[in-house]
């Protein structure tokens, strides 16, 4: 099986700040990785695919990079309502979820 | 529009089979490449994906949980069924109902359902 990390585990930022988090397979995964967003209470939704693809509707300071086994959210200039948890998920015939990042204000 | 909801108990005993119904609309199973999928949440914790049927009747599951899982469709009720035998504690969990769309090249979801929460307990 593949597994799925990520980090930080958490992390505190604020307003306008640039925050970028790291997702590792445990071996090579091409470019079959989505990140979702989730707040409290509510659903994933998803943000990236395929690596670097942007959802339709996901606004554009969210970017998703890498291929292989290390993979990077960003998000430049951070929202008030950008503050959630993310998680990575490899999209292959038998998905995995990374642990989640939690994003707090700072 | 795309909707997914999920339906089913809210609590369980342990040892008892669970039965989840997801209900959608604005897509069909006739559609080449469509496919719906369970997902679940411990209180707290990280997603595990569960099973996943398409619209050419392939089914998938968690090797880890495969033993316990069916999942069916019922294109005529625009329903997904998934059972989980044997329940335990640990499988409390927020139960999420989730699509593939068939354009996707990748097994990844949107939308999602909004959930329904299970508690195995006596």
């Known amino acids: 099986d593949i597994q799925m990390t990520q980090s930080p585990s958490s992390l505190s930022a604020s307003l306008g700040d640039r925050v970028t988090i790291t997702c590792r397979a445990s071996?090579?995964?091409?470019?079959?990785l989505a990140w979702y967003q989730q707040k409290p209470g509510k659903a994933p939704k998803l943000l990236i695919y395929?690596?670097?693809s942007l959802q339709t509707g996901v606004p554009s300071r969210f970017s998703g990079s890498g291929s292989g086994t290390d993979f990077t959210l960003t998000i430049n200039g951070l929202q008030p309502e950008d503050f959630a948890t993310y998680y990575c998920?490899?999209?292959?015939?038998?998905?995995?979820f990374g642990p989640g990042t939690k994003v707090a204000v700072k | 529009q795309i909707t997914l909801k999920e339906s089913g108990p809210t609590l369980v005993k342990p040892t008892q089979t669970l039965t989840l119904t997801c209900t959608f609309s604005?897509?069909?199973?006739?559609?080449?490449?469509?496919?719906v999928g369970w997902i679940r949440q411990s209180p707290g914790k990280a997603l595990e994906w569960l099973a996943a049927?398409?619209?050419?009747?392939?089914?998938r599951y968690s090797p880890s949980l495969k033993s316990r899982l069916t999942i069916s469709k019922d294109t005529s009720k625009d329903q997904v069924v998934l059972t989980m035998t044997n329940m335990d504690p640990v499988d409390t969990a927020t139960y999420y109902c989730?699509?593939?769309?068939?354009?996707?090249?990748?097994?990844?979801?949107?939308?999602w359902g909004q959930g329904t929460l299970v508690t195995v307990s006596s």
């Open positions: 989730v699509y593939r769309q068939p354009a996707a090249v990748g097994n990844w979801f949107d939308p």
């Open positions: 604005g897509f069909s199973f006739s559609t080449s490449g469509v496919a």
């Open positions: 049927i398409s619209w050419d009747d392939v089914k």
């Open positions: 071996q090579p995964i091409s470019t079959w």
């Open positions: 395929a690596a670097s």
């Open positions: 998920q490899l999209g292959v015939t038998i998905p995995a």
